[in-house]
């Protein structure tokens, strides 16, 4: 079975400074790693995943997340947060044995940024 | 990335009638789609499983005779609320892929409310 846990109800930020969002998984296998945005009744974004390779994977609209086997963490962080980063995001992982494409989520994060 | 189209994106209706939603891979032929409900605030709930041409296969704790789910071309799945009531009031969430995708895609979404 696979799980993702991401701790953190809400994360609030200001404008400019770096914005964190934590995740851990767990799966038997290896695991390929996902991170999704949602705005308001919108469905999901995919802004970046790992696969296999370099450890920090980078993405859309400047975010990038790193991949530790040792922690089994995924976080997804940002240099410099924007308002318009305020959404939901959410960090899913599949077991790469499994068959078919079907993805676990995190409960998600909000994340608020403040001008 | 990939181009999907769910419609409508948002619906309202009476409790007892049947709502059904579509999602259409645009861009590309989707041998596998995934339905998810997404309650307020909440992550996202696998619902069903369907490969195109095959039963849909459904997650524990949801009603296949309520969800009606079709995936007769490899570009078009529906999904059917039977016999609508208040609690089937949710975002609804689509997402086809192919083996050879390593990310998922979304659907925008639609919103039903039941009155």
């Known amino acids: 079975a696979q799980s993702v846990a991401q701790p953190e109800d809400q994360v609030n930020v200001a404008e400019g400074n770096p914005l964190t969002v934590k995740c851990t998984y767990s799966?038997?296998?290896?695991?390929?790693l996902f991170w999704y945005v949602q705005y308001p009744n919108r469905g999901l974004q995919f802004l970046l995943k790992?696969?296999?390779?370099?450890?920090l994977v980078k993405g859309s609209y400047g975010f990038e997340a790193e991949f530790n086997k040792s922690q089994t963490s995924f976080h997804l962080k940002k240099p410099s947060a924007l308002v318009s980063d305020s959404a939901l995001y959410f960090c899913?992982?599949?077991?790469?044995?499994?068959?078919?494409?079907?993805?676990?989520f995190g409960g998600g994060t909000r994340v608020l940024v403040k001008p | 990335g990939a181009v999907v189209s769910q419609h409508p994106s948002r619906v309202i209706c009476k409790s007892g009638t049947s709502v059904k939603i579509e999602c259409r891979s645009l861009d590309f032929q989707a041998t596998t789609m995934f339905w998810y409900r997404q309650f307020p605030k909440q992550s996202l709930m696998l619902m069903a499983t369907?490969?195109?041409?095959?039963?849909?296969?459904?997650e524990q704790g949801v009603e296949k005779d309520k969800f009606l789910i079709n995936h007769a071309s490899l570009t078009l799945s529906t999904l059917t609320v039977t016999s609508a009531h208040p609690e089937d009031s949710s975002f609804y969430i689509c997402s086809p892929t192919t083996l050879m995708n390593t990310e998922a895609f979304f659907g925008q979404g639609t919103r039903l409310t039941v009155v």
């Open positions: 790992y696969i296999t390779g370099d450890n």
């Open positions: 799966v038997s296998g290896n695991p390929y």
């Open positions: 369907s490969n195109e041409g095959s039963k849909a296969t459904y």
């Open positions: 899913a992982v599949r077991d790469i044995r499994a068959a078919g494409n079907k993805l676990t």
